[in-house]
Structures are given as structure tokens and as C-alpha cells.
């Protein structure tokens, strides 16, 4: 009996202070559009990616958000998962400048200009330069291999991207079908190769990457990393000092240096 009069007092409260009917206006994310008429065709995987590389190699300035989530294989064989949120701003072929926010709070920010590398690592007010000629095709694979430091995406900073979506080395791609991500439909194309199971969500608009998996096959445990993306775009925002570096009071300078590794860096993605 109390627990009917509670429900009652609470239906009385609602109504006596107007509470509001929902938004009249839909949210697009929840509302799926109808496909185009269907023609009996559907598109080879491999289409699908060439389109999308062929798109994105054919802009030479690149601004995206991703939230990430990687996992991590302990000792015991549990995984964990860890979150990051990042954006990249890419002006070829020279210019790069991310920021990457993890769950434990703790932020890196990183500029490429000509040649000089940069980053800090915020709380902890530590930042390091290194030099490297060639532009962003040379420096990354350097950066992420010789060094280990987590570029947010460097498939899609990759120097050949269809060598490394449609080459020699995979061993099957196939069209999955049409998926709804985040508000668009997207073509689900899964992509084998040595060492990696990959799937990619391609937009069926602008042919930008809505989603990307990957399942690092030889690592023990096989760990996990996804990617979803927001906010492409084909112009940078207007910020004069957008690829620019100046060290905050008090940040400490830090040697950066090559480090030896067993196994890839699989935080950034790499496939």
C-alpha cells in the first residue's frame, strides 16, 4: 500500500510541475534513413577501399576525432580495456599535430613542422623535440617503430594506404553489407592478413572511415582495438599556430630517444 501511495505521490509530482513531452525532434543517430533502392548488386569489398584510399589520399588537409578503446593482455590472460579520446590534424605532406586524452587523465599534445618533432606530456609538464627529414610518409613509421609513440591513427597516415589495405599480404577482403554507424550508412568491409583481422566501416557518403576493428592475431591474447570516428573534415580550422610549439612555464625538456621493442606499439592502432 505505501509503495502504491509513493508511485502516486511521485505521478502527482510530475504532472503538477508540467513535466515536458520529449524532444519533437528526432535524433538523428536513432533514426536510420531509408537505403537506396536496391539494384541487386552489392560492391566488392575491395571497392569499397579503394574508395575510401583513393578519397583520402586525394585531400591534402585532414582534421578527424576518434574515440578509441584498445585492450591490454596481463600476465594472467585477463584483458583490459583502455579508453582515449584524440584529434589529428594532418596539412601533406609535411604538417601533423594530434592531442591524445586517455582515461587515467593524463593528455599528450604533438606537432610535425618540417621536420621537427614535438610533444608534451601533460600533468606531468615533460616535453621532448626530435628531428626528422622526409615529412609525415618518413616520420611516422619512425616515430611509432623507432621510438613507440602512439600516433593517433597511422594506418590512414600510412606512405602506401592501399599497399597496406589491398596488398600482397592480405589474404581475403569481403563486402560484410550495409551497417548503421553514428548516424550514417556505411559499407562493413572485413580484411584479413598476417598478424591482424580487420574490419573497416566505410561512409556511404564522403567514403571516410566511420569505424575501424582490429584483432592483433599473433600477439598472445589477441588484444583488441576499435576506433570511431567524428568530425572529418577536409579543410583545417583557422589557427595560424595550429602545427606550433611553445614549452608552458616550468615544462621540463627530456632527451627523446629510440627504444628497443619485442612487439609493435598497438595503442595507436596499427594494423
Same mark, same amino acid.
Given at each position: ?30 533514426? +536510420?534513413?531509408? !537505403?537506396?533502392? $536496391?539494384?541487386?548488386? %552489392?560492391?566488392? /569489398?575491395? &571497392? ?105 591513427? +597511422?594506418?590512414? !597516415?600510412?606512405? $602506401?594506404?592501399?599497399? %597496406?589495405?589491398? /596488398?600482397? &599480404? ?102
Amino acid at each position: 500500500m505505501k509503495r502504491f501511495l509513493l508511485l502516486s505521490a511521485l505521478v502527482a509530482l510530475f504532472v503538477g510541475c508540467g513535466a515536458q513531452s520529449p524532444a519533437t525532434t528526432e535524433d538523428v543517430m536513432w533514426t +536510420p534513413s531509408a !537505403l537506396a533502392d $536496391d539494384d541487386g548488386e %552489392l560492391p566488392e /569489398g575491395r &571497392e569499397v577501399v579503394q574508395g575510401m584510399v583513393d578519397f583520402m589520399r586525394g585531400h591534402q588537409e585532414l582534421t578527424v576525432e576518434a574515440r578509441v578503446t584498445y585492450e591490454s593482455v596481463q600476465e594472467s590472460g585477463q584483458k583490459l580495456q583502455f579508453d582515449m579520446l584524440q584529434r589529428l590534424s594532418v596539412r601533406k605532406p609535411d604538417q601533423l599535430a594530434w592531442v591524445t586524452l586517455r582515461d587515467d587523465a593524463t593528455v599528450d599534445k604533438a606537432w610535425y613542422d618540417k621536420g621537427r618533432f614535438k610533444m608534451i606530456r601533460q600533468p606531468a609538464n615533460m616535453w621532448g623535440e626530435v628531428f626528422l627529414p622526409g615529412g609525415i610518409n618518413v616520420a611516422v613509421p619512425v616515430l611509432v617503430d623507432d621510438y613507440m609513440i602512439p600516433v593517433p591513427l +597511422p594506418d590512414l !597516415l600510412s606512405n $602506401d594506404p592501399r599497399d %597496406l589495405w589491398l /596488398g600482397d &599480404e592480405i589474404t581475403s577482403i569481403w563486402y560484410v553489407g550495409e551497417a548503421w554507424v553514428d548516424g550514417e550508412w556505411t559499407d562493413h568491409v572485413a580484411i584479413r592478413k598476417p598478424g591482424a583481422d580487420v574490419q573497416v566501416w566505410v561512409g556511404q557518403g564522403d567514403p571516410f572511415p566511420a569505424k575501424m576493428a582490429i584483432v592483433y592475431t599473433e600477439d598472445e591474447g589477441m588484444p583488441g582495438y576499435t576506433a570511431r570516428f567524428s568530425k572529418w573534415s577536409t579543410t583545417l580550422p583557422t589557427d595560424p599556430a595550429l602545427f606550433e610549439f611553445t614549452p608552458p612555464p616550468g615544462a621540463e625538456k627530456i632527451d627523446v630517444v629510440p627504444v628497443i621493442h619485442e612487439q609493435p606499439q598497438s595503442e595507436g592502432g596499427a594494423a
